[in-house]
């Protein structure tokens, strides 16, 4: 999967955001394009395929939605557990630390993954994105403390310039209770719905 490349464009605007889609769509054989609305009220367009074509159809969706473009990622050479978290997939945890980042975007919090696991040896525990977050996305990173370091730095740094990190942390030994409520679920609703233990 290193060929595969992973685009997505954020719009402010549904209307805008849908016209841009299909243009995208309309410009070139991606093989796979997943758009749809998030709070607080954006359009995400998701694409992946060939690089060439993925920067094709990115450049397609730019023109159209230039006035409504919020954020944007490109990366000719996803890494696999990346696309998986997008897709939904979780991973327990793995060493004793945890290293969060979160961001003001969807495109900032995918880049922000991608660029910790590439640059340091570290599991990507979660990737969550937009909904249930007023748009926002966060990444877990597990590991060994100086790697889930290296992992944040790394991923801070391939955002700076995007200037949508909200926060970001290392927690050496992570408490076992909160390594439960993580693996479990990260949203509250589904925690507190649970067993009434308390």
Request: proline share 2%.
């Amino acid at each position: 999967m290193s060929d595969v490349a992973l685009g997505l464009l954020e719009f402010d605007s549904i209307a805008v955001g849908i016209a841009a889609g299909d243009a995208m769509a309309k410009r070139a054989p991606i093989e796979s394009i997943k758009a749809g609305t998030v709070q607080p009220g954006k359009y995400l367009v998701l694409i992946s395929g060939e690089v060439a074509d993925v920067q094709e159809s990115l450049d397609a969706g730019r023109r159209t939605g230039q006035s409504a473009l919020r954020d944007e990622i490109f990366l000719p050479q996803v890494d696999r557990s990346v696309v998986s978290a997008v897709a939904g997939a979780r991973q327990a945890g793995r060493g004793d630390a945890l290293g969060i980042i979160e961001t003001r975007s969807v495109a900032a919090g995918i880049h922000a993954a991608d660029a910790g696991v590439k640059g340091a040896n570290v599991m990507l525990r979660e990737l969550r994105l937009a909904d249930g977050l007023g748009g926002k996305a966060f990444v877990l990173f597990g590991g060994e403390v100086s790697d889930v370091g290296a992992a944040v730095e790394c991923a801070v740094e391939a955002i700076a310039r995007s200037q949508q990190l909200v926060q970001h942390t290392v927690i050496a030994q992570l408490h076992e209770e909160m390594n439960q409520n993580l693996v479990a679920d990260t949203r509250f609703g589904v925690r507190a719905r649970g067993e009434a233990s308390w």
